[in-house]
């Protein structure tokens, strides 16, 4: 299967599996107007769009929300990032399985 990303050139990879890959965002290194609000997107090759965006706290814990969805749907908080890749995955699955996508 092939996956699509965009052209992450000039950002700072914080996590990259096959089908998901994170990154650094800021208002240096803006990316779809997320960085007012998010330290960090994760983006989904196979729907070619970012699934969740989120801050990394003072306590060094990833939180987020969706990034797709009509409501407001916050992720579960992780200490690193490769588990907030996999706890926005579930919620991604939760939200389709849902709406009966």
Known sequence: MKYNFPNLSNYKIIY????????QISKL???E?????????VWDGLYDAAVSYGII?????FEG????SHVEIEID??????DFVQ????SQMLFFKDCSY
């Open 16 to 23: 990259k599996g096959r089908r998901y890959i994170a990154f």
């Open 57 to 61: 706290n003072s306590k060094g814990v």
């Open 87 to 90: 706890n926005s995955r579930k």
């Open 33 to 41: 107007s997320m960085e007012y609000f998010a330290d960090f997107v």
């Open 77 to 82: 908080s992780a200490e690193n990032i490769r």
């Open 65 to 68: 929300r969706l990034a797709f």
């Open 29 to 31: 290194i803006p990316f």
